[in-house]
């Protein structure tokens, strides 16, 4: 959400090698951003009168596009349906995709927005402000600020604000990666089939490091005995203790992920619902949720952040992943060319995967962003953009998926709106008598959940209606009239 420019102002070689008519690339700066610009030659007899033409990576806003859209999606009907909620520990949902995604898309757009970098001191400028922007949204959309969209207060206590959270996560993902990419944009060879990896060997040397410091860190790190007071759900503000002294433990109580948040950011800044609390361990109500269990272990009530530091360090490695699919989009002119590095590193990627989670060696953790999650979860982004990429790109069907082109192009505005319920809450703001008397709640009430006489049906109509659907209108119409939300 961070890359638009890259996705309106750039394209690579979406010209089929077996066209007869020859393109050139040319570069031109303009205002300090680069711009990829496709020259094709005019027939003779046009020829004084050259035109160039620009197109874009279509399957880049479309990818976009159907993450926000996952998003809008398990966020709101996640309740009603707990299957597509974020798995409560191990597994993989369709939830856990949403982050992940996000993260590839941003590695794809960074590679095709730092091919040419005219001024590399003007450049990392641009990434720093950028992550800064990130950074600062994050906080005031997650950090406790917003209490969007039910809650009309707005305010956080300092003593309890959340420091990490989504956004924050791809602001430190993006600078990272994109700042590899700047300072090494002169040390590349010309890459080839298999050389495509060791010509970006400084990329992967990150992704490599964070590789390790993430598995060194949470198989050999001690955690000990740690205590917290539940804020949320206890009136009495008891304080409870968790029992570790342990290494290399992948559970919920005594992991390395959570302890090393928990030391930075303290225990009160961290996120106070985690997902766990649906466990069978902590609720008869699991996987959806409800009251703990009499018997519940203490952890079920403690914080945990999914978004935290250790677990962002591993999510480098989907942003590297990501900006290898752009480097193939960059390097690779045919399509099948691009297709066959593109779903090969998939399928091994998922290969990997299952093979970790299934051996119980690493199993797939989206809580812990384990490597074996990284490897399914990218595995799954690079089938999935290869599939968008043929059906959009290839063989040109493209009205199907312009909603998510829409959504993509503006994607920032409707993660801050729709995801983020920022428009819903100010609609909630106009309300008769009750706060719960709105608009918003009178049309999924009334329209949706009554006339299909069930919460979870009307839930799931009302969010594919009015809110996919209606954003994706919106985002049309900005779109229409070229208005976009530029971080």
């Known amino acids: 959400m961070m890359d638009e420019e890259a996705a309106k102002k750039m394209e690579e070689g979406l010209g089929d090698s077996a066209m007869n008519k020859k393109q050139e690339e040319v570069a031109e700066i303009e205002n300090g951003k680069e711009r990829i610009i496709m020259e094709v030659p005019p027939p003779s007899s046009e020829a004084n009168n050259n ?15 159907l993450t926000i859209v996952l998003m809008i999606l398990v966020d709101d009907a996640g309740g009603a349906y707990p299957r597509i909620d974020h798995s409560p520990w191990n597994g993989c949902t369709l939830a856990d995709f949403v982050m992940p995604f996000f993260l590839f898309i941003v590695g794809v757009a960074i590679a095709l927005a730092l091919k040419r970098i005219p001024k590399i001191s003007y450049a990392v400028r641009k990434i720093v402000l950028r992550t800064l ?30 420091w990490c959270g989504i956004l924050q996560r791809i602001g430190l993902v993006y600078c990272v990666v994109a700042l590899i990419e700047t300072f090494t944009t002169k040390l590349r060879p010309t890459p080839g089939h298999l050389s495509i990896f060791t010509a970006y060997k400084w990329q992967w040397f990150g992704g490599f490091v964070a590789f390790l410091i993430y598995m060194i860190t949470t198989y050999t790190l001690y955690v000990p005995d740690w205590s917290f007071v539940d804020h949320i759900n206890d009136d009495k503000l008891n304080r409870y203790t968790v029992k570790c002294g342990m290494r290399g433990h992948l559970g919920p109580a005594c992991n390395a992920v959570g302890y090393v948040d928990r030391q930075v950011w303290g225990v009160n800044h961290l996120y106070s619902q985690p997902v766990w609390r649906r466990l069978k361990a902590c609720t008869l109500s699991s996987p959806g949720e409800g009251p703990f269990r009499q018997d519940a272990p203490a952890w079920c009530r403690a914080p945990f952040e999914p978004e935290g530091l250790l677990s962002s360090i591993s999510a480098i490695m989907s942003g590297t992943i990501g900006i290898h699919y752009g480097h193939v989009l960059i390097n690779f002119k045919g399509h099948w060319e691009r297709l066959k590095q593109w779903v090969s590193m998939g399928f091994v990627l998922l290969i990997i995967a299952i093979i970790l989670h299934f051996t119980n060696a690493i199993p797939i953790n989206k809580q812990l962003y384990s490597f ?19 059906l959009i790109d290839v063989w040109g069907i493209r009205t199907p998926f312009l909603f998510l082109e829409w959504i993509g192009m503006n994607a920032m505005l409707v993660f801050v709106m729709a995801a983020e319920g920022i428009f819903a809450a100010f609609v909630n703001g106009w309300y008769y008598e009750n706060p719960h008397n709105s608009l918003v709640h009178w049309i999924k009430k009334h329209v949706f959940v009554n006339v299909w006489h069930s919460e979870r049906v009307g839930t799931i109509l009302y969010v594919f209606f009015a809110e996919i659907t209606f954003w994706s209108l919106v985002a049309g119409i900005l779109h229409k009239f070229k208005i976009y939300w530029k971080l």
Do not use: E
């Open 372 to 390: 074996s999650y990284v490897c399914f979860t990218a595995g799954a982004a690079g089938i999935v953009f290869s599939a968008f990429y043929i």
């Open 51 to 65: 035109k160039q033409k620009t197109k874009r990576v279509a399957t880049l806003d479309a990818f976009r596009g």
């Open 133 to 162: 922007k990130l950074l600062f949204w994050g906080i005031l959309l997650q950090g406790g600020y917003s209490h969007a969209p039910d809650d009309l207060a707005y305010g956080v206590n300092m003593k309890f604000i959340r």
